[in-house]
């Protein structure tokens, strides 16, 4: 999984400010999906993208979140005017291509988002 | 609903054999994922298992059972190392939204 590249590793924000999270998934994977996991507790998805698409986002609340995978360049998680709730770790995975049945496989190492 | 239940905590002992279990019910289902995790790490794939029965893979193997909404994750030989969360996750229709348990913490002892 050290293919899935995700930046900063670490984020540290004060209530209010933007946090950017990025993703850059393994080479020649178009597919990347976002997933936010609070302390002591599992994956929850939040979105999955194609280049130039969102598939679905059915996972990301209405405010404050977006994100984005440009023709080029990394996919971004943007969350605007954090708040303490938002402090997790997210993580980005990637796949060559989504199939019904073909898992992906590959995670990156994760952001840790803190807001104080 | 969705959901996925798995308990929250196992303890074993080196050597031995350990099994977690997870059931789940979800609107559709297009395969099952275990993943490990290591506390601050990122998830590692482990198994996947789309249809009936047993995969196995070295010391891990993974079962399934559609019928049930069952599926357990057997690790023999237990090593220090396997000290880990363990997930069980399953694909939802259409493939694109993978549902994730809250994770199996498993101490192995010596």
């Known amino acids: 999984n050290a293919g899935v590249m995700q930046n900063p590793r670490h984020l540290v924000r004060r209530r209010g400010q933007e946090a950017r999270l990025r993703c850059s998934p393994m080479k020649g994977h178009s597919h990347v999906y976002w997933y936010r996991q609070l302390p002591e507790e599992g994956l929850k998805f939040m979105v999955y993208?194609?280049?130039?698409?969102?598939?679905?986002e059915s996972g990301m609340p209405k405010e404050r979140f977006s994100a984005e995978f440009p023709k080029e360049g990394p996919s971004i998680l943007r969350i605007q005017q954090v708040v303490r709730g938002d402090s997790a770790a997210y993580f980005c995975a990637s796949s060559y291509l989504r199939r019904t049945g073909d898992p992906e496989a590959f995670f990156g190492q994760g952001t840790r988002l803190t807001v104080v | 609903g969705q959901n996925i239940d798995q308990p929250t905590e196992m303890t074993a002992t080196e050597g031995a054999i350990v099994q977690i279990n997870c059931t789940y019910q979800?609107?559709?289902?297009?395969?099952l994922f275990w993943y490990q995790q290591h506390a601050g790490e990122a998830p590692t794939f482990l198994s996947y298992?789309?249809?009936?029965g047993l995969e196995e893979k070295g010391r891990f193997s993974s079962f399934l059972s559609r019928s049930k909404g069952y599926s357990y994750l057997l690790l023999k030989e237990l090593q220090m190392k396997d000290s880990a969360s363990y997930l069980c996750a399953v694909i939802d229709t259409g493939g694109f939204k993978t549902i994730f348990g809250a994770g199996t913490r498993l101490f192995v002892k010596a």
């Open positions: 298992n789309v249809l009936d």
């Open positions: 993208l194609q280049k130039e698409n969102i598939i679905d």
């Open positions: 979800t609107s559709g289902f297009n395969g």
